[in-house]
Protein backbone atom coordinates (compact mmCIF):
# COMPACT_ATOMS: atom_id res chain seq x y z
CA UNK A 1 0.00 0.00 0.00
CA UNK A 2 1.91 3.51 -1.33
CA UNK A 3 1.77 5.96 1.15
CA UNK A 4 1.89 9.73 0.62
CA UNK A 5 4.01 10.74 -2.43
CA UNK A 6 5.17 14.16 -3.16
CA UNK A 7 6.92 15.36 -6.11
CA UNK A 8 9.73 16.81 -6.62
CA UNK A 9 12.13 16.07 -4.18
CA UNK A 10 14.14 19.09 -4.23
CA UNK A 11 13.13 22.23 -6.33
CA UNK A 12 15.27 25.10 -6.50
CA UNK A 13 13.94 28.83 -7.80
CA UNK A 14 14.94 32.50 -7.94
CA UNK A 15 12.80 35.27 -6.22
CA UNK A 16 9.73 36.16 -8.33
CA UNK A 17 9.54 33.08 -9.93
CA UNK A 18 6.14 30.65 -9.70
CA UNK A 19 6.49 26.85 -8.20
CA UNK A 20 4.40 23.73 -8.55
CA UNK A 21 4.53 20.87 -6.08
CA UNK A 22 2.66 18.12 -6.04
CA UNK A 23 1.34 15.32 -3.60
CA UNK A 24 -0.60 12.23 -3.80
CA UNK A 25 -2.75 11.20 -1.28
CA UNK A 26 -2.25 7.59 0.50
CA UNK A 27 -4.64 5.13 -0.71
CA UNK A 28 -8.22 5.48 0.80
CA UNK A 29 -7.75 9.34 1.31
CA UNK A 30 -9.16 11.91 -0.03
CA UNK A 31 -8.53 14.91 1.92
CA UNK A 32 -5.44 17.08 1.36
CA UNK A 33 -2.95 19.27 3.60
CA UNK A 34 -0.26 20.96 2.96
CA UNK A 35 1.96 22.61 5.49
CA UNK A 36 5.02 24.71 5.37
CA UNK A 37 7.95 23.86 7.33
CA UNK A 38 10.74 26.46 7.82
CA UNK A 39 14.35 25.12 9.57
CA UNK A 40 14.09 24.55 12.99
CA UNK A 41 10.82 25.03 13.07
CA UNK A 42 7.33 22.57 13.35
CA UNK A 43 5.27 22.37 10.73
CA UNK A 44 2.48 25.42 9.87
CA UNK A 45 -0.45 24.71 7.88
CA UNK A 46 -1.59 25.99 4.88
CA UNK A 47 -4.54 24.92 3.65
CA UNK A 48 -6.50 21.75 3.68
CA UNK A 49 -8.24 20.47 0.52
CA UNK A 50 -11.12 18.13 0.13
CA UNK A 51 -13.86 17.44 -2.61
CA UNK A 52 -11.97 19.29 -4.60
CA UNK A 53 -12.28 22.49 -2.79
CA UNK A 54 -10.28 24.50 0.10
CA UNK A 55 -12.20 23.78 3.23
CA UNK A 56 -9.86 25.48 5.68
CA UNK A 57 -6.86 28.13 5.32
CA UNK A 58 -3.96 29.03 7.64
CA UNK A 59 -2.08 32.06 8.30
CA UNK A 60 -0.59 32.29 4.37
CA UNK A 61 -0.93 34.83 2.11
CA UNK A 62 -2.60 34.59 -1.38
CA UNK A 63 0.62 34.05 -3.07
CA UNK A 64 -0.21 30.46 -1.96
CA UNK A 65 -2.66 28.69 -3.96
CA UNK A 66 -3.71 24.80 -4.41
CA UNK A 67 -5.71 22.26 -6.53
CA UNK A 68 -7.31 19.09 -5.72
CA UNK A 69 -8.29 16.68 -8.50
CA UNK A 70 -10.52 14.00 -9.38
CA UNK A 71 -8.53 11.28 -8.18
CA UNK A 72 -7.54 13.20 -4.70
CA UNK A 73 -4.20 14.03 -5.79
CA UNK A 74 -3.45 17.70 -5.17
CA UNK A 75 -1.08 20.40 -6.28
CA UNK A 76 0.71 23.55 -4.02
CA UNK A 77 1.12 27.02 -6.31
CA UNK A 78 3.67 29.44 -5.12
CA UNK A 79 3.86 33.14 -7.00
CA UNK A 80 6.53 35.50 -7.04
CA UNK A 81 8.71 33.54 -4.65
CA UNK A 82 10.25 35.13 -1.82
CA UNK A 83 13.38 34.43 0.01
CA UNK A 84 11.38 33.07 3.02
CA UNK A 85 9.90 30.57 0.99
CA UNK A 86 12.30 28.49 1.21
CA UNK A 87 11.34 25.25 3.16
CA UNK A 88 10.30 21.89 3.22
CA UNK A 89 6.87 21.41 2.33
CA UNK A 90 4.90 18.75 3.27
CA UNK A 91 1.77 17.61 2.55
CA UNK A 92 -0.23 15.18 4.62
CA UNK A 93 -3.43 13.19 3.61
CA UNK A 94 -6.49 11.81 6.01
CA UNK A 95 -9.65 10.17 5.40
CA UNK A 96 -12.39 12.43 6.39
CA UNK A 97 -12.52 16.21 7.05
CA UNK A 98 -15.63 15.83 8.90
CA UNK A 99 -13.52 13.58 11.66
CA UNK A 100 -11.46 16.46 13.13
CA UNK A 101 -9.56 13.78 14.95
CA UNK A 102 -8.36 11.55 12.60
CA UNK A 103 -4.60 11.11 11.83
CA UNK A 104 -2.48 12.59 9.20
CA UNK A 105 -0.11 10.94 7.44
CA UNK A 106 2.92 12.77 6.04
CA UNK A 107 4.61 12.54 2.63
CA UNK A 108 8.37 12.80 2.68
CA UNK A 109 8.33 17.07 1.33
CA UNK A 110 9.51 19.10 -1.33
CA UNK A 111 12.80 20.35 -0.50
CA UNK A 112 12.30 23.90 -1.75
CA UNK A 113 15.18 26.76 -2.35
CA UNK A 114 14.57 30.05 -3.55
CA UNK A 115 18.04 31.77 -4.35
CA UNK B 1 -4.07 32.34 20.97
CA UNK B 2 -3.80 28.30 20.67
CA UNK B 3 -0.21 27.31 22.04
CA UNK B 4 2.38 24.32 21.83
CA UNK B 5 5.16 24.35 23.75
CA UNK B 6 7.96 21.08 23.74
CA UNK B 7 10.39 21.06 26.05
CA UNK B 8 13.52 20.35 26.05
CA UNK B 9 14.63 21.66 22.61
CA UNK B 10 16.94 19.05 22.80
CA UNK B 11 18.22 16.10 25.06
CA UNK B 12 20.98 13.95 24.43
CA UNK B 13 20.82 10.23 26.29
CA UNK B 14 23.13 7.82 26.56
CA UNK B 15 21.89 3.89 25.05
CA UNK B 16 20.00 2.68 28.06
CA UNK B 17 19.04 6.01 29.61
CA UNK B 18 15.30 6.35 29.77
CA UNK B 19 13.62 10.10 29.78
CA UNK B 20 10.86 12.12 28.82
CA UNK B 21 9.52 14.52 26.51
CA UNK B 22 7.30 16.95 27.12
CA UNK B 23 4.38 18.57 25.19
CA UNK B 24 2.15 21.50 27.10
CA UNK B 25 -0.60 23.15 25.22
CA UNK B 26 -3.20 25.93 26.15
CA UNK B 27 -5.82 25.30 22.91
CA UNK B 28 -9.63 26.36 23.03
CA UNK B 29 -11.37 22.76 23.00
CA UNK B 30 -9.15 19.72 22.40
CA UNK B 31 -9.98 17.08 19.61
CA UNK B 32 -6.69 15.43 19.69
CA UNK B 33 -2.79 15.07 20.47
CA UNK B 34 -0.35 13.66 18.15
CA UNK B 35 3.04 12.67 18.79
CA UNK B 36 5.47 12.65 15.03
CA UNK B 37 8.56 11.21 14.88
CA UNK B 38 10.89 13.24 12.29
CA UNK B 39 14.12 12.43 10.39
CA UNK B 40 16.31 15.01 8.84
CA UNK B 41 15.25 16.16 5.76
CA UNK B 42 11.66 13.81 5.75
CA UNK B 43 7.91 13.84 6.21
CA UNK B 44 6.81 13.24 9.83
CA UNK B 45 6.02 9.40 10.74
CA UNK B 46 2.59 9.33 12.71
CA UNK B 47 3.46 7.92 16.17
CA UNK B 48 0.33 8.02 18.46
CA UNK B 49 -3.27 9.76 18.77
CA UNK B 50 -4.27 10.70 22.11
CA UNK B 51 -7.76 11.79 22.92
CA UNK B 52 -8.93 12.47 26.24
CA UNK B 53 -6.92 12.48 29.67
CA UNK B 54 -5.56 9.70 31.25
CA UNK B 55 -5.05 8.05 27.91
CA UNK B 56 -1.85 5.86 27.16
CA UNK B 57 -0.38 4.29 24.40
CA UNK B 58 2.79 2.13 23.93
CA UNK B 59 4.94 1.20 20.72
CA UNK B 60 7.81 -0.73 21.44
CA UNK B 61 10.29 1.82 23.65
CA UNK B 62 8.12 4.60 23.32
CA UNK B 63 4.81 5.34 25.70
CA UNK B 64 3.03 8.42 25.81
CA UNK B 65 0.47 9.51 27.86
CA UNK B 66 -1.93 12.99 28.12
CA UNK B 67 -3.44 15.00 31.38
CA UNK B 68 -6.00 18.13 30.74
CA UNK B 69 -2.43 20.57 30.21
CA UNK B 70 0.15 18.14 28.63
CA UNK B 71 1.31 15.47 27.40
CA UNK B 72 4.26 13.53 27.88
CA UNK B 73 6.32 10.83 25.69
CA UNK B 74 8.30 8.31 27.74
CA UNK B 75 11.83 6.74 25.96
CA UNK B 76 12.62 3.79 28.06
CA UNK B 77 16.15 2.47 27.26
CA UNK B 78 16.27 4.35 24.24
CA UNK B 79 18.57 2.72 21.13
CA UNK B 80 21.11 5.04 19.00
CA UNK B 81 17.70 4.41 16.31
CA UNK B 82 15.94 6.58 18.47
CA UNK B 83 17.59 9.42 17.64
CA UNK B 84 15.12 11.79 15.77
CA UNK B 85 13.19 14.94 16.64
CA UNK B 86 10.10 14.04 18.06
CA UNK B 87 6.71 16.34 17.02
CA UNK B 88 3.74 16.86 19.07
CA UNK B 89 0.57 18.28 17.15
CA UNK B 90 -2.82 19.89 18.38
CA UNK B 91 -6.30 19.72 16.84
CA UNK B 92 -9.11 21.20 18.15
CA UNK B 93 -11.17 20.38 14.67
CA UNK B 94 -11.46 20.84 10.75
CA UNK B 95 -8.34 18.37 11.20
CA UNK B 96 -5.74 21.15 10.69
CA UNK B 97 -2.68 20.47 12.82
CA UNK B 98 -0.78 22.81 15.32
CA UNK B 99 2.86 21.81 15.69
CA UNK B 100 5.03 22.66 18.58
CA UNK B 101 9.06 23.10 17.68
CA UNK B 102 9.95 19.52 18.61
CA UNK B 103 12.85 18.38 20.86
CA UNK B 104 15.14 16.54 18.69
CA UNK B 105 16.77 13.29 20.50
CA UNK B 106 19.76 12.54 20.60
CA UNK B 107 20.86 8.74 21.65
CA UNK B 108 24.42 7.94 22.01
CA UNK B 109 26.04 4.62 22.20
Known amino acids: DAGVTQSPTHLIKTRGQQVTLRCSPK?????VSWYQQALGQGPQFIFQ???????QRGNFPDRFSGHQFPNYSSELNVNALLLGDSALYLC??????????????FGPGTRLTVL | EDQVTQSPEALRLQEGESSSLNCSYTVSGLRGLFWYRQDPGKGPEFLFTLYSAGEEKEKERLKATLTKKESFLHITAPKPEDSATYLCAVTTGANNLFFGTGTRLTVIP
Open chain 1, 49 to 55: YYEEEER
Open chain 1, 92 to 105: ASSPLVERSTDTQY
Open chain 1, 27 to 31: SGHDT
